[in-house]
């Protein structure tokens, strides 16, 4: 054997040592633990202690599982509730792997947990919403319906009911139901809720429509409200402007009474200083309003309106 094939050999012993020396290691993180498969089959129970591990090269397998809460999220389902109401209802979840050896043995992996999941809490959520009425299902108390919507969608009857369960307690008695179904393949239920509830499309559009309608009627009254309200502030300015008017035209009555006084007051006094004077003018003005070439007067000659004209006339 030659130096060059003894170093050949060494180098691939090394390189077979060093291979199986990693395959050998395993690290575990404190998100994480480990159950150890030797082909195909699990060994021993679950490696839940964070760092650096040691198993059978080759022949055995780590198969990691998540220690933290996951999610889950299930489809909407179209539910019949105890009152014959039909409704979609779309619900989650929080869950762990509890066991990770049952978990191993029942269900393999996440993608098979999340199956048997979806089994599980669809069957009791469909189970629970069907044993009772919608009220019970989309209320948790019994205050007060405050907001119109409420009012609008439900009937009469509904909004009288009284809660004796809730959406809450429906939703624990789910979560207590699943969890010890659950429990059989190695998973811990956190929690469970109902995330949203919607009727089926036929009974939205009548729900829509009465929503539309009491809307309508909201804003009528309110606008009938606008209309009488804008009535009295019109009527409040009309008494207004009347008030203003009468007292502006009693007062312009008295300054024109004023005024009418103290020309005549001026009149008379000019007058007792020169009756003659004054008649003169008087009547010089009566004949530039009242003469002109268009106006004929049928007057005797000792009228007393010609009185000037004649006098000036024999001058």
Do not use: C
Not at 163 to 168: D, L, Y
């Amino acid at each position: 054997m030659t130096k060059q094939t003894k170093l050949i050999i060494i180098v691939v012993v090394i390189f077979g040592v060093l291979i199986l020396a990693f395959n050998s290691i395993y690290t575990v993180s404190e998100t994480n633990q480990v159950i150890i498969t030797q082909f195909g089959q699990p060994i021993g129970d679950a490696v839940t202690k964070p760092g650096l591990h040691f198993k059978a090269p080759l022949i055995q397998k780590a198969n990691y599982f998540e220690k933290r809460w996951l999610e889950w999220n299930g489809d909407p389902n179209q539910i019949p509730t105890k009152d014959k109401r039909f409704i979609w209802v779309d619900t989650y979840a929080r869950w762990r792997i509890s066991e990770p050896l049952m978990f191993f043995q029942r269900v393999h992996d996440e993608r098979g947990a999340q199956s048997r999941i979806d089994d599980i809490i669809d069957g009791e959520t469909r189970n629970a919403i069907a044993n009772f009425e919608l009220i019970e299902i989309v209320r948790s108390t019994n205050r007060k319906f405050e907001v119109t919507e409420e009012v609008t969608v439900l009937d009469e009857a509904v909004i009288i009911a009284k809660i004796e369960i809730g959406r809450e307690k429906i939703a624990k008695i789910i979560l207590d139901k699943s969890s010890v179904i659950t429990s059989e393949f190695g998973i811990e239920l956190k929690d469970v809720q109902i995330k949203r509830i919607n009727y089926v499309e036929e009974v939205q559009r009548k729900v829509f429509d009465r929503m539309i309608a009491e809307r309508r009627r909201i804003a009528s009254k309110f606008r009938s409200e606008g209309d009488g309200k804008s009535a009295e502030i019109r009527g409040q300015k009309e008494r207004e402007l009347k008030r203003i008017q009468s007292g502006a035209y009693k007062t312009a009555q008295e300054i024109k009474g004023k005024a009418d006084a103290e020309a005549t007051r001026i009149y008379a006094q000019a007058y007792n200083l020169d009756p003659e004077f004054y008649q003169f003018m008087r009547t010089l003005e009566t004949y530039r309003t009242t003469l002109d070439k268009d106006t004929w007067f049928l007057l005797s000659t000792d009228n007393e309106f010609l009185k000037y004209l004649k006098s000036t006339s024999r001058r």
